[in-house]
């Protein structure tokens, strides 16, 4: 069973940055693109970054552009989520999802095949 794991949540001051990670249980790590997405209370999940399996495609939501970056150390079996910058609208639970093998990235959730159990991130202004 594939499983994504992440770490690496906590409550922060608004202009802090806080790195997630996620790794994948259960197969090949290097198979995989990885996307991040975040549910805030009350609203729907929505996408915030993805990279694909190869590195050398990334992806990013409008609102988190030029302060979210995705990277991946595959020696590491990693994914990272490199958060600079945070606000309080960024407070939500993060998880990240993974898909074999695709060339293409997508922001839509039902494309993606496993999901993580999420981590919490708190901005306080």
């Known amino acids: 069973q594939v499983q994504p794991v992440e770490a690496g949540g906590g409550s922060v001051q608004a202009g802090d940055s806080l790195r997630l990670s996620c790794t994948i249980s259960?197969?090949?790590?290097?198979?995989?693109?990885l996307g991040w997405f975040r549910q805030a209370p009350g609203k729907e999940r929505e996408f915030v970054a993805a990279?694909?399996?190869?590195?050398?495609?990334?992806l990013y939501a409008d609102s988190v552009k030029g302060r979210f970056t995705v990277s991946r150390d595959n020696a590491k079996n990693t994914v990272y989520l490199q958060m600079n910058s945070l606000k309080p609208e960024d407070t939500a639970v993060y998880s990240c999802?993974?898909?074999?093998?695709?060339?293409?990235?997508?922001?839509?959730?039902?494309?993606?095949?496993?999901w993580g159990q999420g981590t919490q991130v708190t901005v306080s202004s």
């Open positions: 999802a993974c898909k074999r093998l695709q060339s293409v990235l997508s922001m839509a959730s039902a494309w993606w095949d496993y």
């Open positions: 259960g197969s090949i790590f290097t198979f995989y693109s």
């Open positions: 990279i694909s399996w190869t590195g050398g495609t990334t």
